[in-house]
């Protein structure tokens, strides 16, 4: 299994970005995706996830209702929808895959992921 995390940028605040995770090297529905992040000088954090088996998902609770993580199964791919972006949203953020066999299992808090994708720099400022 590959990641490939793209869509980082520069926004201003208030602003919008969407990331992409593309995943190679596997098709069975029995993973979860994570996204997560990590700013300068802080921990990393779990941000959104989902479960491939049937797509439920749990959020940070400082990003539900401004962040909204869905997939593209034609593709692979899973997206991060990030609105009303704020400065404490900056840092890396990566994709990360883990195994689950074929469960509901979802949890932002898990940090035991197989996979993790090269990251991809968000920077909200002014």
């Known amino acids: 299994v590959q990641l490939q995390a793209s869509g980082g940028g520069l926004v201003q605040p208030g602003g919008s970005l969407n990331l992409s995770c593309v995943i190679s090297?596997?098709?069975?529905?029995?993973?979860?995706i994570g996204w997560f992040r990590q700013a300068p000088r802080k921990q990393r954090e779990g941000v959104s996830c989902m479960a491939s088996s049937d797509g439920t998902s749990h959020y940070l609770s400082s990003v539900r209702g401004r962040f909204i993580i869905s997939r593209d199964k034609a593709v692979n791919t899973y997206y991060l929808q990030m609105k009303n972006l704020t400065p404490d949203d900056s840092g890396w953020y990566y994709c990360a895959w883990v195994y689950t066999g074929g469960t509901s299992w979802c949890d932002v808090t898990y940090f035991g992921m197989t996979v993790w994708g090269q990251g991809t720099l968000v920077t909200v400022s002014s």
């Open positions: 090297g596997h098709n069975k529905d029995d993973y979860f």
